[in-house]
């Protein structure tokens, strides 16, 4: 095994060599999410790729992994967005008019601009309502909205997204309070509004006002992150479980000389830290000084608190205010600081000191240098600084036009959403791959095109190694021996694509050793399957399929651990993407049922149709695939595809006589044996997951496993096609029949009249030539040989007129 290097924020630069505390273990805490809300693609980015790093340190390193991850279920956002959430519950119930209604939402509407949008209230010192908004909103914040940025120089970013989302909430409850419904539209501005007037009236006592929201969203995380493959925590941790061992953590953090109390709260005391001889902001030591970092660190409900030392001092525990949950400690009832919570449940679980500890690029300040910070202060002995953590891993965010996707800026897709519409797990998950863990991310158009043809083109060779061992008939050897394949004689050195391959094993292995560089192998992936195909589609007898069969099995192996196969388990031996779950005690009968079905019919109605006898055919029809399905579950096979396939041989083979019989055949057997071959082919098989690939000059069909559903979409999509050329077809038909009947009805027309209706002539010659207009001068000369050439071609098709039809 290649030595190990990794990223480690706190060492910037190239990836540095990773050493674990003890042999062959990783202890690992994982920022988990604050839970107030959905999970959208940017927690998707953080967490699959954490998932990723992770799975390659089981499964293909074999280190034996402590995996810790908290639910931040008490925080400012979470105490806000649920105190609001009760408080316009309560608002509802009240019986308004429609006057107080608008009064109301008018209000609102005000105080939100002067919080949020503070240039509307700027002007012709009119008061802002609901008719000079827009143009008070263009002329203030036109620039933005058109895709510039506040300063008028570089970039939009998170400034203007914010911007935007305050813009777009004023905007809806404009549309909202003009037709008398805040309640259905205007929520954004009404939940701060009414939080102004009424969070002192809540009895937070009760914290179920608090934990129902927490929980709902917890149970939604952990759906989303279950959906995405993503394999769950071995140790999960909430901070309402450790409120009394975090006010015990920050005592004695007082008691040794680097935090303080004043008026009721806790505060870290950087300067004591610092003259202790320990380092403060060691992750992002340029952004110590970062009030707007600082001050989103504290939270919202943080600003009011006072009675600080120094100016970046961070609230350790919380005075808790009216409104606010409390606990009891020595200083008051309060609440843990943010910062605190993830120090106190990652050393319960892990101790002093952990290998890893990670989370998303924008936690390192202040957040994980807080926690740095106050569990060093904590465990350090006087004259020696502590090592809390080794490696810290940031994931990149995940950007949307310029911009972080974040909840806070509502520029988000939920996971859910995500699923549901644009991304499977699998192509989620492949998008994360092709770049790099520790890089932001922003998914473009080209970035979805190469990762779905990437997938694509594993599906297809997956498919294809398949189809070519089931005619081979050389699946089962090949399931017994093993994921490697082939094995290379250590006296003779590896030829063709067996060299290919262990030049790929050698290469994956030192990219995932260059701290889980996944991007390349993605590409060596891509490469040794380019090779195989190569070798695939080379002239009759040069297929190395023993070798084509060993790449598979690998290829199957490291997307397994990279987690892209939700039904394959460890050590991942198969071939190809699992059809269904891996299971010890998939009951092979039940297994088999669908494919013994399809054979079942196929037989009885090959049988139906009175064929003539021939050797072929009553071979086929006297074939019994039940000895070989035995075999297979005396070997222990489980996959079901794999049990199926003494069945689709046997339907293959019966299909494919049909085919070459039918050529033969008497009239009146034609249609019903291509009916029944179209039948087996595009309904029994591909209804579960079988398609047979024809080939020309009497070649056997190619049995090739692929998802029912494709399958069944191509098919309805090749319907609607065959609907529309059919359709297409009938109209041009009609449209061919009109424009012929219309060509002999003014055939019909002798050339002595075709002229005589017409009101702009008087008079016409014996032939039917017009000799005067309407007005009695005569007609000019170059109309009069536009008219002949006219009286000409009528002539013509005259004549064909009367020999077609007889003049009739």
């Excluded at 939920?414 to 932001?440: C, E, P, Q």
């Excluded at 019966?654 to 309904?683: G, H, M, T, Y």
């Excluded at 494709?710 to 098919?715: G, I, K, N």
Aim: charged fraction near 25%; glycine fraction near 8%; hydrophobic fraction near 35%.
């Amino acid at each position: 095994m290649d030595s190990i290097k990794v990223h480690n924020s706190l060492r910037p630069g190239p990836p540095v060599l990773f050493t674990p505390i003890e042999q062959g273990k990783i202890s690992w805490y994982a920022c988990g999410p604050t839970v107030y809300d959905h999970s959208h693609l940017g927690h998707a980015r953080n967490y699959v790729s954490t998932d990723i790093i992770r799975r390659i340190l089981l499964h293909y390193f074999g280190f034996d992994v402590k995996f810790v991850m908290n639910f931040t279920d008490i925080d400012d956002k979470i105490i806000l967005r649920a105190r609001r959430q009760r408080l316009l519950e309560i608002e509802k119930k009240k019986k308004y008019t429609d006057a107080e209604l608008t009064e109301l939402g008018i209000a609102a509407f005000r105080a939100y601009a002067k919080s949020n949008l503070p240039k509307l209230l700027e002007g012709d010192g009119a008061p802002l309502d609901l008719q000079n908004y827009i143009p008070r909103r263009d002329a203030a914040y036109g620039q933005v909205l058109a895709g510039g940025t506040l300063t008028g120089d570089g970039r939009p970013g998170d400034d203007e997204a914010k911007l935007k989302m305050h813009i777009s909430n004023m905007t809806t409850a404009v549309i909202a309070i003009g037709g008398n419904q805040p309640f259905s539209g205007a929520e954004e501005i009404l939940l701060p509004y009414f939080d102004s007037l009424y969070k002192e009236s809540l009895d937070t006592s009760d914290q179920t006002i608090f934990t129902s929201l927490t929980q709902l969203m917890e149970n939604e995380f952990t759906k989303d992150m279950d959906a995405l493959n993503v394999l769950r925590p071995d140790v999960v941790t909430r901070v309402t479980e450790y409120v009394p061992q975090i006010a015990s953590f920050v005592e004695k953090v007082v008691e040794k000389g680097f935090a303080y109390e004043a008026q009721g709260s806790v505060y870290f005391d950087i300067a004591a830290f610092e003259k202790a001889g320990n380092t403060y902001a060691r992750l992002r030591p340029e952004s110590r000084n970062d009030k707007a970092l600082q001050e989103e660190g504290e939270g919202s409900l943080g600003k009011s608190l006072g009675g600080k030392r120094g100016p970046s001092d961070f609230a350790l525990w919380k005075k808790s205010k009216p409104g606010e949950p409390y606990w009891p400690s020595k200083w008051g009832n309060g609440r843990p600081g943010w910062h605190i919570e993830c120090s106190v449940m990652a050393s319960d679980v892990l101790g002093s000191r952990m290998d890893f500890h990670s989370g998303g690029i924008d936690l390192a300040f202040p957040h994980h240098d807080n926690e740095l910070a106050q569990s060093e202060a904590y465990y350090c002995k006087h004259g020696h600084e502590h090592v809390w953590v080794n490696y810290f891993l940031h994931m990149g965010h995940l950007s949307i036009s310029g911009s972080k996707m974040s909840k806070s800026l509502k520029n988000f897709q939920t996971i859910k959403d995500a699923l549901a519409s644009t991304y499977t797990a699998r192509s989620m998950r492949i998008v994360f791959l092709h770049g790099r863990w520790n890089d932001g991310v922003e998914i473009t158009p080209s970035m979805r095109t190469q990762a779905d043809t990437w997938e694509t083109t594993v599906n297809n060779f997956f498919t294809n190694v398949k189809s070519l061992l089931v005619e081979a008939n050389e699946t089962t050897s090949a399931v017994k021996s093993g994921v490697e394949g082939l094995s290379i004689s250590e006296n003779k050195p590896a030829e063709g694509l067996l060299a290919e391959l262990e030049q790929a094993k050698k290469e994956v292995s030192l990219a995932l050793s260059n701290s889980f560089d996944t991007p390349q192998v993605m590409r060596i992936i891509a490469d040794i399957i380019r090779k195989a195909n190569i070798n695939i589609g080379a002239p009759n007898g040069n297929l190395e399929l023993p070798a084509v069969e060993s790449i598979a099995r690998w290829v199957t192996k490291i997307v397994g651990i990279l987690g892209l196969d939700a039904n394959a388990k460890p050590p991942y031996e198969g071939l190809g993407w699992a059809s269904t779950a891996m299971s010890a005690d998939v009951d092979p009968t039940a297994a088999v049922q669908p494919y013994k079905a399809v054979y079942n019919s196929v037989l009885s109605d090959t049988e139906s149709l009175g064929l003539p006898t021939s050797e072929t055919l009553a071979s086929l029809l006297s074939q019994s695939p039940g000895p070989e399905f035995d075999s297979l579950v005396e070997a222990g096979i489980r996959d079901p595809e794999q049990l199926g396939l003494p069945y689709l041989r046997a339907t293959s083979k019966l299909r494919d006589e049909l085919r070459r019989i039918v050529a033969s055949a008497a009239p009146e057997l034609k249609a019903s044996i291509l009916n029944l071959s179209d039948r087996i082919r595009d309904f029994d098989l591909t209804n579960i997951g079988v398609y047979l690939d024809d080939r020309p000059d009497g070649q056997p069909s190619l049995i090739k496993f692929i998802p029912a559903a494709e399958l069944v979409a191509a098919r309805e999509e090749k319907a609607a096609k065959d609907a529309e050329k059919a359709k297409a077809k009938e109209e041009a038909r009609l449209a061919r029949e009109k424009a012929e009947a219309e060509k002999w009805e003014k055939a019909k027309i002798a050339p002595q009249d075709m002229f005589k209706g017409d009101d702009r002539y008087s008079e016409w010659d014996s032939e039917g030539m017009p000799t005067k207009l309407k007005d009695g001068s005569e007609v000019p000369k170059a109309q009069l040989k536009k008219l002949k050439k006219e009286w000409d071609r009528q002539t013509k098709v005259h004549g064909e007129y009367i020999t077609k039809f007889g003049g009739l």
